[in-house]
Structure formats: structure tokens, C-alpha cells
């Protein structure tokens, strides 16, 4: 009997939708990371002028930005991934300017 050709050790090739998810998780996790921190900083406690809260923003865009870039890989295509994440930095963006607009400084 013959051996069969071994598939357990040939590697398997990238998937070509793997490199627009992780750009757009990088891109757009990114963007929408810093939109979702500034919402927090705006709308949290204390609004932005609270003691001690920007170093806690800039520490909490890192872990929303990593949450985001996994998460990306679940989306069924890069396209997906681009158009999700692109919607969610729309909303996000917008509600970060209408908290701006309406609260007072």
C-alpha cells in the first residue's frame, strides 16, 4: 500500500480576506477605539475636565483597539469587516460630536 501524500504537514495558505480584516480591525479599531474612549470621556463621570480621567482614556483605547482587531476575524469576509466596522465608527463619531455639542463645557 502506498503512502498517501501527508496534508497534516503542508501549511495552508493565508486566506487573501485575512489581510483586509486585519486592516480594516487596525484601521477602523483604531478609530473607533479613540471615538468610543472620547465618548467616555465626555459623557463619564465627571465629563473631561475630571481629575486623573485622561490618563485613564489614553490607557483604555488599547484594550478596546486589541478587542476590536480579534474580533474582526469572525466577520465572514474582509468586505463585511470594512462595512461593520465603518457603520459602528459612523455611530460612534456621531455620537461622540452630538455629546460634545450638548454638554456643557
Do not use: E, Y
Not at 503542508?10 to 487596525?26: E, M
Not at 486623573?52 to 474582526?72: D, E, H
Amino acid at each position: 500500500m502506498a503512502d498517501a501524500p501527508s496534508t497534516r504537514n503542508t501549511p495552508t495558505p493565508i486566506r487573501p480576506d485575512w489581510w483586509s480584516k486585519s486592516l480594516a480591525g487596525v484601521v477602523l479599531g483604531f478609530a473607533l477605539a479613540v471615538a468610543l474612549s472620547g465618548l467616555f470621556a465626555w459623557i463619564g463621570p465627571g465629563g473631561p475636565a475630571a481629575v486623573n480621567k485622561l490618563q485613564f482614556i489614553m490607557w483604555l483605547v488599547v484594550p478596546i483597539w486589541l478587542g476590536v482587531v480579534s474580533v474582526c476575524f469572525l466577520f465572514r469576509s474582509g468586505r463585511q469587516a470594512w462595512l461593520w466596522l465603518g457603520c459602528a465608527n459612523i455611530l460612534a463619531h456621531t455620537a461622540l460630536l452630538a455629546a460634545r455639542g450638548s454638554l456643557p463645557h
